[in-house]
């Protein structure tokens, strides 16, 4: 398989966007646990996408492949998700669980975040047709290649553990875990810039 090129999103790939980020989180544990109805979890992920990562087409730091097989959302320093629709989401469409942890594991997320200047990536995913064949890689390549050029710190958290080695692959070290009560654990990562050689 040819590697395709990441493209930046636009207004008009937002759709694009978030139908492979559905595709790529559908046996995500954590967004399991807030939606485990696969019919609330169609519904409603849209939503908490646009929440979460959509303002990633504002500052142009949408990325995906022109097949939409991948994308990820990045947010620029000191640009955050829209926590307040998060939670009211959670709180008319989520699992009862979700409903009473959800907002103190947000709480717990946001007390991770680094202090310094960073790029935050809420979502990066690929359709599970096309996972294992290199795409992942390449859409985080190709964000922090600039991170490491402007020397941005760089910081995520991993939703999934078996994630987490692909994401120390890349130069991100683990924080810690979230986790509360029934909640699956979330681990934040953080990745220090690089300097070229």
């Known amino acids: 398989m040819t590697m395709p090129i990441v493209k930046t999103g636009i207004e ?19 967004t399991r646990w807030v939606w485990p ?3 609330k979890y169609l519904s409603h992920f849209s939503s908490f996408i646009k929440a979460f990562g959509g303002k990633a087409f504002a500052y142009n730091s949408a990325y995906y492949f022109e097949n939409y097989s991948g994308a990820a959302l990045w947010l620029p320093p000191n640009v955050y998700p829209d926590v307040d629709p998060l939670i009211a989401l959670l709180q008319s469409s989520g699992s009862e669980d979700a409903k009473k ?9 946001s007390s991770y975040h680094p202090t310094e200047p960073h790029w935050y990536l809420p979502l990066l995913g690929v359709d599970p047709v096309y996972q294992g064949k290199g795409l992942g890689s390449a859409l985080m390549q190709h964000a922090i290649v600039a991170c490491d050029l402007d020397n941005n710190f760089a910081y995520l958290e991993s939703s999934n553990p078996k994630n987490i080695p692909f994401y120390e692959h890349h130069g991100f070290e683990l924080l810690g875990k979230i986790q509360i009560n029934t909640s699956p654990p979330i681990f934040p990562m953080l990745r220090k810039p690089r300097k070229s050689l």
């Open 37 to 39: 109805d696969p019919q």
């Open 101 to 109: 942890d959800g907002p103190k594991v947000f709480e717990k997320m």
């Open 12 to 30: 008009s790939d937002e759709a694009g966007v978030i139908d492979v980020l559905k595709l790529a989180f559908v046996a995500d544990p954590a």
